[in-house]
């Protein structure tokens, strides 16, 4: 080693930024233009560990130093290790211990953290040691605080003693925190990304709330343990206090436990168990009370859903496919009382269902097992469904093949099961097959499509029919012939250019009349008069009706197309049947259709630009001069937290009007502050109040129906929020609550969570909270 370096040196150069790389003895980094000391090219081989470490990276206005000994940087003195870097007024660097002493306004910067404080120790390369009085900020949620002292375990442990911590952004020096938590001592993990605080006590606006143990996210990521308390107000259980203990039992499962306190009920204990394998993947939640006051009785629910691949092992048949999805009840009123326990507050139909499923090519088979528990309503009584015990289904499909030609065929075995004393109807084995072949001609200027299908079904009864009949065979073709032109041209309106395109569409269908006036109806449903269903086959959902058609569609569509993208900017539609002969194939207690023309169907969509939003649709009865079903829907959204949308509903035959209403939109607009476009999931800024809502108003009866009414004020690192529910459970009540949260943002919630409730209730509701994507290191890069 040369004498010079061997010896302590001081050296003072007027502007000194000299990098050294202490520990390896390797290249030294200097400042562009200053000499590099000159080596012996053999001792640098020998001094070069075995192993390459990171390099060291110090400099300062002063150095001194003891060669493999240690080296003293003093003024602005920085250590850097790539990840890490050191400041402070003063550094000591022990390289034969590789720990670095630090004096004087420590700065310290490991993977974007950030600690401040008057003095501390580091194991370097260990990231070992400790900071007095230091103050932090994590780079994962921007939390921040100080403290007496920190000791770090390794670059990602840590334990803080006398410790707060906040995610408040700090603002001015005599700056207090909304909120703030203290521990008497915290440890924090990074990897794991939890905090753990003992002898905590959380203040809210000076409030203080004892915690004397508990654990806290550093991020999203999850965790075990107790989740904020939920509290809530329901006119019919009272005051609600749930106390949800989380637990991540692997990275694939997880369940939650649900004690809840209900003031008028009792005490009811819930949970749900989560899991996701490779094959498979389900949900369960299950909910008890062991003595309902209200009812005198004890309630349970369980809820339960699983989908997954069986492997056969059987090289010719492979995997199967199996899906159980079980819902059942204590009683009738369950629907009513335990609405957010698995159910929206009108499922009154419970249905337990098992089926396995394979396919293979063209073909596919599926075996199911359906059984309904119904929860009758005395106000309300509804005819429960048949059960399917079993239902065996078979496909075979192809398309474009021997010419161009489709084919579709399905079997289907049901044996329907029900209460006959309910439905008045005996019960069957039913058989159907049906057959279909189409030959597409499809062209850029339109379409022809002919189509043949056959439909035919055998019953089988347990007891006999109003004639006699245990058995029933019935066979029906359907014959179509479908087409349409489209018309392009290139047009401008309102200074705009568009693709405009007219569309024309005509199909004629043919089904011979069939008496089926004595078939039970198992399955068999109208469908809803649309734009979709007036353009098919048959009138009917299922297989137990058949319509006769003797008729013509028509109809006329045209569209303005943006000619860069070819986004649909308007839509305007019309379409009309008319029938040869009247219809005879019904459903019972329906009015079948007279001969000539049915109800118009009228539709038209704009949407001019991202902001405005149009939509309608009416059914016009010509006889009558009038419309049988309108609907009307705008929608306002000029940016992010603020939208509005309204829509009319108005069914004639069942004499119902609806108005619908729904917002989120920011209260500072009234007083001129537009707040910050701070972008999707950040909110506008701290100081912000909201207004959402929704609002399904009953002209006719001049009452509200169902009704979500909230405020959502943003401070910035806590968000306040108060909801007002009110939803009908039958027709002479309904069921009110009030639901209020404290969410401290990057920490915890505290109360009944609406935010559910408002995102399903509210179209395009926006979180104010909403974490896109995580933090890069370089976020807070040093």
Not at 417 to 433: F, H
Request: proline letters at 6%; hydrophobic letters at 35%.
């Amino acid at each position: 080693m040369p004498r010079s370096l061997k010896q302590h040196v001081v050296v003072r150069p007027r502007a000194l930024h000299l990098a050294v790389l202490a520990l390896l003895g390797g290249p030294v980094w200097a400042q562009p233009g200053q000499p590099l000391p000159l080596r012996d090219s053999q001792v640098l081989e020998e001094q070069l560990p075995e192993t390459p470490q990171a390099p060291t990276l110090m400099r300062g206005e002063r150095m001194t130093g003891r060669t493999e000994l240690e080296t003293v940087i003093e003024g602005d003195a920085e250590l850097r290790r790539p990840g890490m870097t050191v400041k402070g007024d003063r550094i000591t660097y022990d390289q034969g211990t590789d720990r670095a002493t630090i004096k004087g306004n420590v700065q310290v910067n490991s993977a974007g953290n950030r600690y401040t404080g008057t003095e501390g120790e580091l194991q370097v390369d260990a990231f070992e040691g400790s900071i007095q009085q230091p103050t932090y900020e994590f780079l994962s949620n921007g939390a921040q605080g100080q403290a007496e002292r920190i000791d770090f375990l390794d670059e990602d442990r840590a334990v803080i003693r006398n410790a707060t911590y906040t995610t408040c952004r700090r603002d001015g020096p005599d700056w207090m925190p909304a909120w703030l938590l203290r521990a008497s001592q915290m440890r924090v993990d990074q990897e794991e990304q939890v905090g753990e605080a003992e002898g905590a006590v959380l203040e809210f606006k000076g409030v203080p709330v004892p915690l004397p143990s508990m654990s806290f996210p550093l991020s999203d990521r999850r965790k075990s343990g107790w989740l904020p308390p939920a509290i809530g107000l329901d006119s019919t259980s009272g005051l609600i206090l749930s106390v949800p203990y989380y637990w991540n039992i692997a990275p694939n499962r997880d369940a939650t436990l649900i004690p809840t306190a209900m003031l008028r009920r009792g005490v009811d204990l819930a949970g749900e168990f989560r899991y996701l394998e490779n094959d498979y993947n389900g949900r369960i939640n299950a909910n008890y009370m062991p003595n309902d006051k209200l009812r005198g009785e004890s309630r349970w629910g369980f809820f339960g859903r699983h989908d997954g691949t069986i492997n056969t092992g059987i090289d010719a048949i492979g995997q199967l496919g199996f899906g159980l999805n079980l819902n059942r009840v204590s009683d009738d009123n369950y629907w009513r009382d335990f609405s957010r326990s698995g159910l929206s507050l009108t499922t009154r139909l419970l249905s337990n269902d098992a089926a396995v499923n394979w396919a293979r090519g063209d073909f596919s088979m599926t075996a199911r097992v359906l059984k309904w528990q119904t929860l009758q309503d005395v106000t309300s009584p509804i005819v429960p469904p048949y059960d399917r015990l079993p239902q065996i289904t078979g496909r075979w499909g192809r398309n474009n093949a021997n010419g161009g030609f489709d084919y579709r065929m399905e079997g289907d075995f049901t044996r329907f099961r029900a209460d006959s004393a309910l439905t008045n109807q005996p019960n069957a084995d039913r058989g159907v097959v049906f057959g279909e072949i189409s030959r597409p001609w499809l062209r850029p200027w339109g379409f022809v499509t002919p189509k043949m299908q056959l439909h035919a079904s055998s019953y089988q009864f347990d007891r006999a029919l109003a004639g006699g009949q245990t058995s029933h065979n019935r066979l029906v073709p359907t014959a179509s012939l479908d087409g349409g032109l489209v018309f392009e041209r290139n047009a401008r309106y309102f200074g705009r250019g568009f693709l405009q395109t007219l569309e024309p569409r005509l199909k004629y269908v043919y089904t011979p009349y069939r008496n089926q006036n004595i078939l039970p109806n198992y399955d068999a449903g109208a469908y809803d008069f649309n734009f979709a269903t007036i353009w098919s086959e048959n009138a009917f959902a299922g297989h137990d009706r058949i319509v006769d058609n003797n008729l013509v569609t028509f109809g006329l569509t045209s569209r303005l197309l943006d000619p860069d993208t070819g986004a649909e900017v308007v839509r305007l539609g019309i379409a009309q049947r008319y029938r040869f002969v009247p219809q005879q194939v019904t459903l019972p207690g329906r009015t079948p259709a007279d001969k000539g023309l049915s109800d118009v169907m009228l539709g038209a969509s704009i949407n001019w630009s991202p902001t405005w939003a149009f939509d309608s649709v009416a059914q016009y009865n010509i006889k009558a001069g009038n419309s049988t079903r309108t609907t009307l829907g705008v929608r306002y959204s000029p940016g992010d937290y603020r939208t509005v949308s309204l829509a009319y509903r108005r069914e004639r035959d069942l004499g119902s009007q609806q108005l619908d209403l729904g917002w989120q939109w920011p209260l500072n607009d009234l007083w001129g502050d537009r707040g910050q476009n701070l972008g999707r999931g950040q909110g506008q800024g701290a100081g912000r109040w909201y207004s959402v809502g929704r609002l399904n108003y009953s002209i006719p009866d001049r009452a509200l129906v169902d009704g979500v009414l909230g405020i959502e004020y943003d401070a910035g690192c806590w968000i306040g929020r108060v909801v007002v529910e009110k939803l009908q459970s039958s027709i002479s009540s309904s069921t009110k609550r009030i639901m209020f949260q404290l969410e401290f943002v990057g920490f915890s919630r505290v109360g009944s969570n609406p935010l559910r409730t408002l995102h399903n209730n509210i179209p395009r509701y926006q979180y104010l909270r909403e974490e896109i994507t995580s933090p890069s290191r370089f976020t807070q890069y040093d």
